[in-house]
């Protein structure tokens, strides 16, 4: 009876998820659009989809397209296809951002992949988690064969996963896949340097170096041997040192500087296919040490360098010099070690900033673990003091603190013993830089009560102006430092 009125057999069968019956509905005229909107119907079995999909004239809405993904997903490649056929875009994304694609491979349907990809499927797009297709074919069962189809396909070659390259992961956990993935050229080793990935494994990174023809680049051999010199991996660093060779020596300075154990210096030191070692590049390696001094490990470091012929007293490439900066960093072990050295005490950067200026400046500052010794300061209290704000008052109400308490942050962002260090080694008091400011104004800046105190013992001149035409004075107390002014009337 239900032939003879379709508008009533229609919606009937759709109420009783009936497919039978929708598709007698439809065959007997009932008009598609009485069914709605499908994707209205998440919880339908998806035979029940399939029979109002085969409809010629179904138009879709676009709230229906995110059930191509499902259809994928659930291997139901007709229910797909009809999808396709009524006009819903091959790259849909679904559940998560999802594409039809994504959902193929990672259910490992090699002929439904390949099947979307020649209807237009983008290969490279990645979910809403940063992940792609050729991630999915390789994790967590790995799919070589699929990962190949892919790249054969247009996929680009950088498995993501998470937003980060799984090639990573896969030369951690699964060495000879990932060998495996390199010789097949499936993933891109210029992009994804997995031989950076390599240096914590000599074996695999042996492996890997083996490959003939190789299919790394210098650069990427170099950014990889850059890596195992900061872990300190002297056994992975010659490896990489014999396959680049003298394609080195243009990154030496950047190597010595980031060496980060007693057997990879000596390594670099000693290697002939980085000599003769330039003296910029050995103050780069001087100038590694400026940030902290601590430990016997980086002491005899210090020792080979300076015995390889480092000198101190020359700048490096780009005009710092290792006093400076050690003075800058507040550290004061190494400041010791240089002026016992006889390292020149008035030497200017190109920035014509001294040793003593740098140490005087709380601007300079980056090393945060200092303000780790107030319980109230915070990383965003840190940011302004660093910047140099000049108003404590003004700092002061942005920090919820008095200025005195504003006070004490400077200070202990100063090491007055460092300014002290360098007076006694015969560091100019009364030198200015370019602005015309001396150490006295600028710790006159920053409310250095120690600081000052050291300067006007060494007789710091406390009438100098700068090219603002202020002293001092006139800086302390537009800095409301009153602790400073007091001593400087």
């Given at each position: 009876?239900?032939?003879?009125?379709?508008?009533?057999?229609?919606?009937?069968?759709?109420?009783?998820?009936?497919?039978?019956?929708?598709?007698?509905?439809?065959?007997?005229?009932?008009?598609?659009?009485?069914?709605?909107?499908?994707?209205?119907y998440p919880s339908r079995p998806l035979d029940v989809l399939h029979a109002i999909l085969?409809?010629?004239?179904?138009?879709?809405?676009?709230?229906?397209?995110?059930?191509?993904?499902?259809?994928?997903?659930?291997?139901?490649?007709?229910?797909?296809?009809?999808?396709?056929?009524?006009?819903?875009?091959?790259?849909?994304?679904?559940?998560?951002?999802?594409?039809?694609?994504m959902s193929a491979v990672a259910n490992g349907d090699e002929a439904f992949a390949k099947m979307l990809a020649a209807r237009?499927?983008?290969?490279?797009?990645?979910?809403?988690?940063?992940?792609?297709?050729?991630?999915?074919?390789?994790?967590?069962?790995?799919?070589?064969?699929?990962?190949?189809?892919?790249?054969?396909?247009?996929?680009?070659?950088?498995?993501?996963?998470?937003?980060?390259?799984?090639?990573?992961?896969?030369?951690?956990?699964?060495?000879?896949l990932a060998i495996e993935l390199v010789r097949r050229k499936i993933v891109r080793v210029d992009q994804d340097n997995i031989l950076a990935?390599?240096?914590?494994?000599?074996?695999?990174?042996?492996?890997?170096?083996?490959?003939?023809?190789?299919?790394?680049?210098?650069?990427?051999?170099?950014?990889?041997?850059?890596?195992a010199c900061g872990q300190g991996r002297a056994d992975t660093t010659q490896r990489l040192l014999d396959h680049v060779g003298t394609a080195a020596h243009s990154m030496v300075g950047t190597l010595l500087r980031s060496a980060g154990s007693l057997e990879v210096m000596k390594l670099l030191l000693e290697a002939k296919s980085l000599q003769p070692i330039a003296p910029t590049d050995l103050v780069e390696g001087l100038l590694g040490f400026s940030g902290i001094l601590s430990s016997k490990t980086s002491i005899e470091s210090l020792r080979l360098l300076l015995a390889a012929g480092a000198n101190p007293n020359h700048p490096s490439t780009d005009g710092r010099?290792?006093?400076?900066?050690?003075?800058?960093?507040?550290?004061?072990?190494?400041?010791?070690?240089?002026?016992?050295?006889?390292?020149?005490?008035?030497?200017?950067?190109?920035?014509?900033?001294?040793?003593?200026?740098?140490?005087?400046?709380?601007?300079?500052?980056?090393?945060?673990?200092?303000?780790?010794?107030?319980?109230?300061?915070?990383?965003?209290?840190?940011?302004?003091?660093?910047?140099?704000?000049?108003?404590?008052?003004t700092t002061g109400r942005v920090l919820g603190a008095s200025p005195e308490v504003i006070d004490s942050i400077f200070a202990l962002l100063i090491e007055p013993e460092t300014v002290g260090r360098l007076l006694n080694a015969g560091a100019d008091p009364n030198a200015a830089g370019k602005d015309g400011w001396t150490p006295l104004m600028r710790t006159a800046a920053v409310g250095c009560v120690a600081c000052a105190e050291a300067l006007l013992r060494h007789s710091a001149d406390r009438g100098l102006k700068n090219a603002q035409g202020e002293t001092a004075l006139d800086i302390a107390r537009r800095t409301r430092h009153p602790k400073v002014a007091e001593l400087l009337r």
């Open positions: 009876m239900l032939k003879h009125f379709p508008k009533l057999a229609l919606p009937l069968a759709l109420r009783q998820n009936d497919a039978k019956g929708i598709l007698i509905a439809l065959k007997s005229g009932a008009d598609p659009a009485l069914a709605g909107s499908i994707s209205a085969s409809a010629p004239n179904l138009k879709l809405k676009e709230r229906d397209f995110e059930l191509l993904e499902y259809a994928s997903r659930e291997r139901r490649t007709d229910v797909a296809v009809q999808l396709l056929d009524h006009g819903a875009p091959v790259d849909a994304p679904g559940s998560g951002g999802r594409t039809a694609l237009g499927a983008d290969p490279n797009r990645v979910d809403q988690w940063g992940t792609n297709a050729l991630a999915l074919a390789l994790e967590p069962t790995a799919r070589p064969e699929l990962a190949a189809t892919l790249v054969a396909l247009g996929a680009d070659g950088r498995p993501m996963s998470s937003g980060r390259p799984t090639i990573y992961t896969l030369a951690a956990q699964q060495p000879a990935a390599a240096v914590t494994q000599p074996k695999l990174l042996t492996d890997l170096l083996n490959i003939q023809p190789s299919p790394f680049s210098s650069e990427s051999k170099l950014e990889a041997l850059k890596n010099y290792v006093l400076i900066e050690a003075a800058r960093n507040r550290n004061s072990e190494y400041v010791d070690l240089l002026l016992a050295m006889k390292v020149d005490p008035n030497v200017r950067d190109r920035a014509d900033v001294s040793a003593l200026m740098a140490a005087a400046d709380v601007g300079f500052h980056e090393d945060p673990s200092i303000l780790q010794r107030t319980a109230m300061l915070s990383r965003q209290a840190y940011s302004l003091a660093s910047m140099g704000s000049e108003s404590t008052q």
